[in-house]
Structures are given as structure tokens and as C-alpha cells.
């Protein structure tokens, strides 16, 4: 089983900011299986990045994935009001598919 | 329009057994994957397990595996997820979710969630 490790858990930023998420897993999977979701408080995940790098439909492009290996990066260009939320990561297409623990991005 | 619809909240006591839905409309079951996620009051998401209708190809996660059972009927277009003797540990909402064959990408529609709570 892939175990998925993010940092770090909790991400204080401003709105306009830059935000970095890190996705570790603890052996090598392809870029093909590597996911990131957002969810918002009382809210469904939403779908943000697929593929480690493929933006979901309607995802603004502030949004963007990369890495490859062990380590994968979600990065968030100008932080917006609405993205403040709590972000995770996945690996999914062998089973077990497996999330991370999740980073909370606050204000 | 796609459209995946849960059964309601449900409350039982530990011991019980219960099943919960994941009505599928606006698409072909048979085509897609349907998988399930807990979120436990307060915790991350946690992928149970997957099941593609048109051949009932089911794969769990250890964690679940044995715990519950996820299950299809093409005849209706309708996922379940099974539990033979809740515990108060499976108090949590509950997510069908949509994949494509190919899982690209990994999840295109969510199910609004069905609250389980279990408590004596």
C-alpha cells in the first residue's frame, strides 16, 4: 500500500500569496495516479489536479500540479478568498488507492 | 446531466446491519466505476474501495476489506455499501463517487454523502 505524507499540516497564508503543498509517498508511483482534491468545510471534495499535473474541468489555472517519483507539489499562484480550504492528495489506479492526511490552508 | 444520488442519514445502534445507496442518473452505470469514501466527524477522507457494474470487479482497501461489502445492481443503476455488525467507529459520512474506465480522471461526480451514526 502507498502511503501518501503531506506537508505541512497546516499552511497559514494571506490571500495573494503563494501557496506550496507538498505530497510524499513512500515508493514510487507513476505521475499517471497522483490526484489532488480540495474541501471546503461541510462541503464534497472537489477534484482539482489529475494525472500530477491535468487540471480538473473548471479549475482555474492559479491551480497547478507537478513531480514525479516519491514527491509531488500542488502549488496555488494568488491565493483567492474562496481557496483557503483543506487540500489532499491521492494515488489512485493500483489498489489500494490511498489518500494523504490532508493540508489546511487558513487564513 | 450526471447525477449520483445517496440514500438518507441513517442512526443505528452498534450490532445492526445497514446498507446505503448510490443512485446513478444522465449516464451509462455499466461504463463507469463506482467507488466509495469515508470521512470520520473531524478526519481526512479514506478510499474504501471501487466497483465497476458492467463485471462487478471489486476492489477494497485492507482497511475495509471484510468490514463492509460494495455491491451493484445494473438493473436499477444503483451502488451499495454494506455493513453486517456496525460499530460505533463507523459513525461517518459516507461518499459514492464516478470514475471512468480508464480512471482518467480518478473522480468526475461526487454523491452528496450519507451521514451513518451509530451510538447505543
Known amino acids: 500500500e502507498v502511503v501518501l505524507t503531506q506537508s505541512p499540516g497546516t499552511l497559514s497564508l494571506s490571500p495573494g500569496e503563494r501557496a506550496t503543498l507538498s505530497c510524499r509517498a513512500s515508493?514510487?508511483?507513476?505521475?499517471?495516479?497522483l490526484a489532488w482534491y480540495q474541501q471546503k468545510f461541510g462541503q464534497t471534495p472537489r477534484l482539482l489536479i489529475y494525472g500530477a499535473s491535468s487540471r480538473a474541468t473548471g479549475i482555474p489555472d492559479r491551480f497547478s500540479g507537478s513531480g514525479s517519483g516519491t514527491d509531488f507539489i500542488l502549488s496555488i499562484t494568488r491565493l483567492e478568498p474562496e481557496d483557503f480550504a483543506v487540500y489532499y492528495c491521492q494515488h489512485y489506479g493500483t489498489a489500494p488507492w490511498t489518500f494523504g492526511q490532508g493540508t489546511k490552508v487558513e487564513i | 446531466e450526471v447525477q449520483l444520488m445517496q440514500s438518507g442519514a441513517e442512526v443505528k445502534k452498534p450490532g445492526e446491519s445497514l446498507i446505503i445507496s448510490c443512485s446513478a442518473s444522465g449516464y451509462t452505470f455499466t461504463n463507469y466505476w463506482i467507488g466509495w469514501v469515508r470521512q470520520m466527524p473531524g478526519k481526512g477522507l479514506e478510499w474504501m474501495g471501487i466497483?465497476?457494474?458492467?463485471?462487478?470487479?471489486?476492489k477494497y482497501s485492507p482497511s475495509f476489506q471484510g468490514q463492509v461489502t460494495i455491491s451493484a445492481d445494473k438493473s436499477i443503476g444503483t451502488a451499495f455499501l454494506q455493513w453486517n455488525s456496525l460499530q460505533a467507529s463507523d459513525t461517518a459520512i459516507y461518499y459514492c463517487?464516478?470514475?471512468?474506465?480508464?480512471?482518467?480522471?480518478?473522480?468526475?461526480?461526487w454523491g452528496q454523502g450519507t451521514l451513518v451514526t451509530v451510538s447505543s
Open positions: 463517487t464516478r470514475a471512468p474506465y480508464d480512471w482518467s480522471p480518478p473522480v468526475d461526480s
Open positions: 515508493q514510487s508511483i507513476s505521475s499517471t495516479y
Open positions: 466497483i465497476y457494474p458492467s463485471d462487478s470487479d471489486t
